[in-house]
């Protein structure tokens, strides 16, 4: 099993910028890929950013050039770095986490708490 704590959500203006935070412990040398999911209301989830146990990295085009992820040197805390941030950046953001590098078709298996991103003026 995999733990993951999320950290660093909160309210910012449009334009804005905020830092999420995501703990994993537990059996995190399975771990292959993790990344960060958006959801907001009515909406399904968003995969906004993954990082490979490679480096490998992906953005979903809405966040590309905005959001930037990245990781420890320990490869157990992994960043969510958000600027110029939009209301319509306003979602749940849940860290996850999956055994396999390629996650096609289906949600990452190991998810955190979420924590709440609002953005509003």
């Known amino acids: 099993q995999v733990q993951l704590v999320e950290s660093g959500g909160g309210w910012v203006r449009p334009g804005g910028s905020l830092r999420l935070s995501c703990a994993a412990s537990g059996n995190i040398l399975g771990i292959n890929v993790m990344g960060w999911y958006r959801q907001s209301p009515g909406k399904q989830h968003e995969l906004v950013a993954q990082?490979?146990?490679?480096?490998?990295?992906n953005y979903a085009n809405s966040v590309k050039g905005r959001f930037t992820i990245s990781r420890d040197n320990a490869k157990t805390t992994v960043f969510l770095e958000m600027i110029s941030l939009k209301a319509e950046d306003t979602a749940v953001y849940y860290c996850?986490?999956?055994?396999?590098?390629?996650?096609?078709?289906?949600?990452?298996?190991?998810w955190g708490q979420g924590t709440q991103v609002t953005v509003s003026s």
């Open positions: 990082i490979t146990s490679g480096g490998s990295i």
């Open positions: 996850a986490a999956d055994p396999n590098t390629v996650v096609v078709g289906r949600l990452f298996q190991f």
